[in-house]
């Protein structure tokens, strides 16, 4: 079974970081794109940012500087270092996986940015 389980979510001050994860399962991590993207309330689904398998990255601008994609194969997770945090980056966070095989979406992590 594919899985997509994402973790590391939660509320930070603004200027604050977190770690999210997105732990893989059930498919060939290594030849998948991983993309995180982030829907707020009220507002329509925004991608964040996409690791390809050779280790190439991109970013929306409002997150590029302070968001960073890492993968580690030998535990088939994803994370998404964010940094620098404002307010208007509250929103659930999720993972998606797309290869030969389809795409999979992860349930998403909660993260709130507020004083």
């Known amino acids: 079974e594919v899985q997509l389980v994402e973790s590391g979510g939660g509320m930070v001050q603004p200027g604050g970081s977190l770690l999210l994860s997105c732990a893989a399962s059930?498919?060939?991590?290594?030849?998948?794109?991983m993309t995180w993207v982030r829907q707020a309330p009220g507002k329509a689904r925004e991608w964040v940012a996409t690791l390809w398998p050779g280790g190439a990255t991109m970013y929306t601008p409002s997150v590029k500087g302070r968001f960073t994609l890492s993968r580690d194969d030998a535990k088939n997770t994803v994370y998404l270092q964010l940094d620098s945090l404002k307010p208007e980056d509250t929103a659930v966070y999720s993972c998606?996986?797309?290869?030969?095989?389809?795409?999979?979406w992860g349930q998403g992590t909660q993260v709130t940015v507020s004083s």
């Open positions: 059930g498919f060939n991590f290594g030849a998948n794109v």
């Open positions: 998606q996986r797309t290869g030969d095989d389809g795409t999979t």
